[in-house]
């Protein structure tokens, strides 16, 4: 009887070790057979969602089977983008995680969502595809990658900075010691918040529009009157749901940070947070200038900066002998010399991944560790999570990342797990 890719994954969970996908689930010339795709559900369709999906279905070993978001008028346009029919959509998370015919999932809701679908699908045994950061807060990552650990599932952070060529070359580097020994990390994110809209964060209260479930929307974070400038992009300047550029883009040149030093399955032990500016904006009372700096075990300092210069966007690597930018396509060196400097075959290489979508998807076929796994994204988020701590509480942070506490503030220990409204909780 000819094995089909479900029922390998299925008779796969109790085994250690890579796995490789046999032939016989492939179709002909290697292209995977259309019952043997890795059948995709969709939750969250606006914003990276949308990119998300168009990434995905532009694999030819996926299926996008269903569409789910709480405003209709995303998940209609979702739906017509997977040229799915309207009974292939759903407002509730819930009945996407509940089909027995769905293998994985692609997340992309707001940030105080994530912790919460993404267990309640890998409890289910789907596999997941989960924008950044990985959780709203220190407690719910570790929440997620307990389950993933148990359950066994594959699971990619939208964090593709690691499947950049540039960003690998970069890190690569730094950890065989081309730039000497590493000092300090400079990472730079945008200051003024892109409020899209034209919205001010003074806006009254609204009825909810009919396509809205708001309350869906809103879950776990507590209730709030209905405007349109609260939902959907501009949620990240607001803290209930983000603490502004901290995670929205902290969690990519962090993540690109913890790569290039080495600490991975770590993080920092202090954190100061100074010249923190919330400029009056209403409704949007993030962060929006900020000076975060961190120490590492290993000697290592870090500073993240709020900053209107776009040249200073991105992650430095300051060593004894040089130093080394990088962000996206950029990848500045000094001396200019190291540009083009070419690994020894004894060197350490990193993880190679050239497509951050399509690693997922070979990875649900290999049961192998993705480039942005669970564990990674963690530490990476957490690194985001503290910095906001010590913004919002001014406190200066002693914090034991084996057994992931906060040692000096019981005011600041309280925020590494957000409060969740009545019945949301994590399971």
Not at 299 to 313: L, S
Not at 335 to 345: F, M, N, W, Y
Request: aromatic letters at 8%; a neutral charge.
């Amino acid at each position: 009887m000819k094995s089909t890719r479900r029922h390998f994954l299925k008779s796969s969970l109790g085994l250690a070790g890579p796995l490789i996908v046999p032939s016989s689930v492939l179709g002909k010339g290697g292209a995977t057979a259309p019952n043997d795709r890795v059948q995709m559900g969709c939750i969250g369709v606006g914003g990276m969602g949308t990119g998300n999906l168009k990434s995905f279905l532009q694999d030819k070993r996926v299926e996008v089977l269903a569409i789910c978001d709480v405003d209709a008028k995303h998940r209609a346009a979702g739906l017509k983008t997977a040229g799915l029919k309207e009974e292939a959509g759903t407002g509730d998370f819930r009945e996407l995680i509940a089909r027995q015919d769905l293998d994985a999932f692609m997340i992309a809701t707001p940030d105080h969502w994530h912790a919460i679908i993404t267990g309640a699908a890998v409890q289910a045994g789907k596999d997941v595809y989960c924008e950044k950061p990985l959780a709203a807060s220190v407690g719910e990552g570790r929440y997620v990658c307990d389950l993933v650990k148990k359950h066994k599932r594959v699971l990619q952070c939208g964090t593709w900075r690691r499947s950049g060529i540039y960003t690998r070359m970069a890190c690569e580097w730094v950890r065989n010691g081309y730039i000497g020994a590493l000092k300090r990390i400079e990472v730079g994110v945008p200051a003024a918040f892109a409020i899209r809209g034209g919205y001010t964060g003074y806006e009254k209260e609204q009825p909810v529009p009919e396509e809205l479930d708001y309350d869906m929307w809103l879950g776990p974070a507590e209730q709030a009157p209905y405007t349109a400038a609260r939902c959907h992009f501009n949620f990240r300047w607001i803290e209930d749901y983000a603490p502004g550029y901290i995670t929205d883009w902290g969690a990519h040149f962090l993540d690109v940070a913890q790569w290039g030093n080495g600490t991975d399955d770590t993080a920092p032990v202090k954190v100061i947070a100074s010249d923190v500016v919330r400029r009056d904006r209403g409704l949007y009372d993030a962060a929006e200038g900020f000076r975060i700096d961190y120490q590492y075990a290993n000697g290592v300092e870090m500073t993240m900066v709020a900053t209107a210069d776009e040249t200073a966007w991105g992650t430095k690597f300051i060593g004894e002998k040089g130093w080394v930018f990088t962000e996206n396509d950029k990848l500045i060196t000094e001396p200019k010399a190291l540009r083009t400097t070419k690994l020894k075959p004894t060197d350490t290489k990193l993880y190679e991944s050239a497509n951050h979508h399509r690693n997922f998807i070979d990875c649900v076929y290999s049961r192998k560790e993705t480039a942005a796994s669970a564990e990674l994204a963690h530490r990476a988020a957490t690194c985001c999570h503290l910095g906001a701590i010590a913004a919002a509480t001014g406190i200066e942070i002693d914090y034991d990342p084996k057994a992931e506490a906060i040692t000096n503030s019981e005011a600041a220990s309280k925020q590494l797990l957000r409060p969740m409204r009545a019945p949301w909780k994590l399971a």
